[in-house]
Every structure is written in structure tokens, then in C-alpha cells.
């Protein structure tokens, strides 16, 4: 069945980074562009990153870029996320995602989520 597994969440200072994966399995993962969202306590959902499928393009929400960096690995069907430079605005349940538009149908995936804490 298909599988979305995020690991490398956790507590970190300001300032300091984590790294975010995401191992995919039970579809095509090279169809699939990739997204990262985040939630925070008492707010919506929201895009933070996308790679297309062969990772030629990128897009960041205005809050990260510069910061986080969205990459994948197609071999190991993984999509990553780099954060530096956090900060506590940063902290929420971060959802991995992925999509394949095939007209009529839309194919979504979610992961279960990673909680990153930006704490002193």
C-alpha cells in the first residue's frame, strides 16, 4: 500500500537546523511531484516547499526562503527537506505530500507527520 514516512523531526535551538526525510513506497515515486506542509497549533495548513518530479524546480513560501531547501533522491524514493537557520515560528507537525495529476484524476498522498519543536 502506498506509504509516506517522514523522520528527523525533533527539538532544536534557534538558530540551529534539522533535516527532514521523507521515504516513499507503493507508487510511483519518480511520477510524483513532492511537497512539504506544515501545521501549527491552532493554524491551517500550510505549503512550505515543492520539487517537481525530477527535481528541476523548486518553490519555498515566502517565510523559508532562503532558509530550507527541498531535494530528492528518485533512487531511494525520498524527498528531503533542509532547515537552517530556525526559528521558533518554525515549529509545527510537518506533512510530507505527494501528487500526480493524471486528467480526470488526481492522485494525493500524505505522511503522518514529524513534529519540529524551535525552542531555548
Known amino acids: 500500500q502506498v506509504q509516506l514516512v517522514e523522520s528527523g523531526g525533533g527539538l532544536v535551538q534557534p538558530g540551529g537546523s534539522l533535516r527532514l526525510s521523507c521515504a516513499a513506497s507503493?507508487?510511483?515515486?519518480?511520477?510524483?511531484?513532492m511537497r512539504w506542509y506544515r501545521q501549527a497549533p491552532g493554524k491551517e495548513r500550510e505549503l512550505v516547499a515543492a520539487?517537481?518530479?525530477?527535481?528541476?524546480?523548486?518553490n519555498y513560501a515566502d517565510s523559508v526562503k532562503g532558509r530550507f531547501t527541498i531535494s530528492r533522491d528518485n533512487a531511494k524514493n525520498t524527498v528531503y527537506l533542509q532547515m537552517n537557520s530556525l526559528k521558533p515560528e518554525d515549529t509545527a507537525v510537518y506533512y510530507c505530500?505527494?501528487?500526480?495529476?493524471?486528467?480526470?484524476?488526481?492522485?494525493?498522498?500524505w505522511g503522518q507527520g514529524t513534529q519540529v519543536t524551535v525552542s531555548s
Open positions: 505530500n505527494a501528487v500526480k495529476r493524471s486528467f480526470p484524476s488526481t492522485y494525493n498522498y
Open positions: 520539487i517537481t518530479t525530477a527535481g528541476g524546480s523548486t
Open positions: 507503493g507508487f510511483t515515486f519518480s511520477s510524483h511531484a
